[in-house]
Nanobody, 127 residues
Framework: QLQLVESGGGLVEVGGSLTLSCTIS????????IGWIRQAPGKEREGISC???????TYYKDSVRGRFTMSRGAANTVYLSMSNLKPEDTAVYYC?????????????????????RGQGTQVTVSS
């Protein structure tokens, strides 16, 4: 059973930076596409970045491309480094995993159906 735990959220000023971590246990990551999903107050969830070791690719939603970077670390950890944060980035951020999903498909279509998802971490950008 795959388990995902997010950490690193907090309060940051506009223009600031923050790095989120997603620690994954229960399986190796080679067969899973990992995605960061967020849900802002009163809005629907959106997939913002997805990566796959198998497909050797990473996808970014237009709204975060150039400001957010998704990367893998040691010990089954995935990071989301966020810079130049804006008030509209305020949301609960989740990491999720879907087996063998193409990265763009996961971020644009499949993320609401992810079987494995963490509890989320709150990011608040203050102006």
């Amino acid at each position: 059973q795959l388990q995902l735990v997010e950490s690193g959220g907090g309060l940051v000023e506009v223009g600031g930076s923050l790095t989120l971590s997603c620690t994954i246990s229960g399986a190796t990551l080679e067969s899973y596409t990992i995605g960061w999903i967020r849900q802002a107050p009163g809005k629907e969830r959106e997939g913002i970045s997805c990566t796959s070791q198998r497909y050797s690719s990473t996808y970014y939603k237009d709204s975060v491309r150039g400001r957010f970077t998704m990367s893998r670390g040691a010990a089954n950890t995935v990071y989301l480094s966020m810079s130049n944060l804006k008030p509209e980035d305020t949301a609960v951020y989740y990491c999720a995993a879907i087996k063998l999903a193409p990265v763009r498909t996961m971020c644009e279509e499949l993320y609401p159906h992810a079987r494995y998802r963490g509890q989320g971490t709150q990011v608040t950008v203050s102006s």
